[in-house]
């Protein structure tokens, strides 16, 4: 009975503060009477990391789910920020496979939870493939003058006509910190191509 599991769902929600006992309730009806499951799991997926890596696994699979393409993402994303480490499993498998936007949602909570290092191996494969969103955050990050050398140390590594343009960016930014290796290297990099 849809009635009787809503108030149930509202007692796990509101009493005992059991959000995942609230979302599973809703999970039960979304067949039946999906515009209300899936509003209240959306709620729970908003203010709950269990919730968000359960709601982003659902919208993956149901087919009467409300679709859009980063929605599993942006949840996905809410779970590995908090450090959910099921979510960033799931994401970590999902990029390992190729999923671009996997690996974008997975290297800003990377990035945000200091693990530079795996974060900018994922933003430097995107960048390589033109992954806009990508090459846009990397952009409007304020990166250290180390994190701007290892990135243009990697492009310069790379040898590619297209890791060029992103080498000199990233040594350009890096000597605007004022940084000392970055002025040499580039200085070698200008007066070899003389």
Known sequence: DIFLITKVARLYQQEFKQSLSAFDCYRLISDRNSELAFSNMMQLADKNTVCAFEWGKFSEKNSLAPKHPSEKYYYFSLAARAQHQESIKYLETLAAVGDMDAQYTLARPYYELNNFKKAIIL?????????????????????????????????????????????LYFYKRALSKENNKAAFRLGQLYSDSS
């Open 123 to 167: 933003f430097i494969n995107l960048i390589e493939q033109q992954h806009v969103l990508s090459i846009s955050w990397v952009k409007d990050q304020s990166l250290s003058a180390d994190q701007c050398l290892l990135l243009a140390e990697h492009f310069e590594l790379e040898n590619k006509k297209t890791s060029i343009e992103w080498t």
